[in-house]
């Protein structure tokens, strides 16, 4: 697939960066790098000028596509104020309020630069709160890369071995993360009413938090149960643990208010990244005022940093979010998930591939050898048929399709869509998934 320009970009990367890439995801899997020269809209031209449709985006960061006017309009402008200042101005206040205005649970405000950190300032604060030190985490759930919460993720090396009451042993998802720090962390199975009850009974004397992704995005498209949601809130608020819904993926994307809003359940606090900047590098912690006051000023928590709430990438959010409150935004974006969706099903069915798919706010998870909808990471692992789900990556890729049934090891990757996509986009890819399904024979075994 690669001329002679990609390899020796290949070849001249590893000289000076490690495995060829700034960034460690961009080596993907089974494929390693591909070098881009230019994007727009929702399409991607490496440096070979071949186009294609970019359904990672940004690992779902770019909810708006790759150069939105309004958003380039707004940072040109935020340049003209000073070159990426970081000092207070009414940009930053004006972000908060609209944040408290569209986010259920958000009293309080503090911005950050990563998902990454926000979940890892949102644990801080419960601890700090609560005075204990335990987090229940979930399963496949995806959290960032921080040392707190890197257990039982799709880069764990193996998976943990079930233990007492329904609990799963806390794989670290790195090495160089201290296993000692997985006594921390409870890990348990998602949608399990049963476990989770259970774990707070065994645990609740040391419990800080409970942190979920409210719809499990990092394992394709799960959603919650009702009664488990249900269940997870009035126990955190009876037993008085921090609930935080790590809303990275889900937040200003399943609905303007995000999960939380969608599902009518608000956590105490809530992490943002991904498309509260539409591709600038923001986060935020939002949650309740008593316990956001945790964080210094007033409170004792450190959250602060060199680059955090920085005038461009604030201008770029405050303008994300202009365009995504605009009526009928989220209505499109359902429209263009529902299409996918229904597409995928009715070709897995004219090819008979056993398959489910499911798909929300434009993150769309296909389960190849699935026969039902799976409530959690073991449900994926029971019948997903990987082999062939990689065979149908490699395919996609060579028909242009980045992000189309990218693996991960525990779970498929979901395809994302974005606002610069159009119903033609959706229609050319399913074209291109049935020229996959015809060259590709469905065996039963991955
Ligand atoms: N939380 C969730 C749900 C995520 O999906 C991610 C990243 O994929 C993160 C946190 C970490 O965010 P970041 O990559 O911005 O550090």
Redesign the pocket.
């Known amino acids: 697939m690669h001329t002679s320009q990609m390899a020796a970009l290949r070849l001249r990367a590893e000289q000076s960066l490690l495995g060829g890439v700034a960034s460690g995801w961009n080596h993907l899997s089974l494929t390693g790098p591909i070098y881009f020269k230019r994007a727009h809209g929702a399409y991607l031209y490496d440096v070979d000028g071949r186009r294609y449709i970019d359904y990672f985006l940004g690992?779902?960061?770019l909810l708006l596509g790759h150069d939105p006017p309004g958003m380039r309009d707004a940072l040109l402008a935020a340049l003209q104020q000073g070159f990426c200042h970081e000092y207070e101005t009414e940009s930053q206040i004006l972000l908060a309020e609209k944040i408290c205005s569209i986010v259920p649970c958000a009293e309080r405000v503090r911005l950050a630069n990563?998902?990454?950190?926000?979940?890892m300032y949102a644990v801080r604060v419960a601890r700090s709160r609560t005075g204990k030190n335990k987090i229940i985490k979930f399963e496949g759930?995806?959290?960032?890369?921080h040392d707190t919460l890197l257990f039982a993720t799709d880069s764990s090396p193996r998976l943990g071995a079930l233990q007492e009451g329904g609990e799963i042993e806390p794989v670290p998802g790195s090495s160089g993360v201290p296993s000692a720090l997985g006594e921390l962390v409870v890990v348990l199975p998602f949608n399990d009413t049963e476990a989770f009850a259970r774990a707070v009974e065994r645990h609740h004397a040391d419990l800080a938090a409970v942190i979920m992704?409210p719809i499990a995005?990092?394992l394709g498209c799960i959603a919650p149960d009702r009664a488990f949601l249900d269940a997870v809130r009035r126990i955190t608020s009876e037993k008085g643990i921090v609930l935080i819904f790590?809303e990275?993926?889900t937040g200003f994307r399943v609905a303007l208010g995000g999960a939380q809003e969608y599902y009518g359940v608000s956590p105490d606090l809530a992490?943002y990244?991904?498309a509260l900047g539409c591709g600038m590098s923001i986060?935020a912690v939002a949650g309740r005022k008593d316990i956001m006051e945790e964080i210094y000023p007033p409170g004792q928590v450190q959250m602060g940093g060199t680059n955090s709430g920085r005038i461009l990438a604030v201008a770029g959010a405050l303008a994300a979010l202009d365009t995504l409150s605009r009526p009928g935004f989220y209505e499109r974006l359902s429209a263009l998930t529902d299409r996918f969706v229904a597409g995928m099903r009715s070709l897995t069915q004219r090819y008979d591939i056993p398959s489910y798919v499911e798909g929300i706010g434009g993150r769309i998870g296909v389960y190849f050898g699935l026969q039902r909808r799976p409530r959690n990471m073991r449900d994926v692992l029971d019948g997903w048929n990987q082999g062939f789900h990689n065979e149908c990556y490699l395919k996609a890729l060579e028909k242009g399709l980045y992000g189309v049934f990218h693996p991960l090891p525990f779970s498929p990757e979901s395809i994302t869509l974005c606002a610069a996509h159009t119903p033609e986009d959706i229609d050319d890819t399913l074209d291109k998934i049935e020229a996959i399904f015809k060259q590709v024979p469905y065996t039963r075994t991955g």
Not at 141 to 145: A, D, E, Q, R
């Open positions: 690992w779902g960061s990563s998902g990454t950190e926000a979940t759930h995806f959290h960032g890369l992704e995005m990092n790590d990275v993926l992490c990244g991904k986060a």
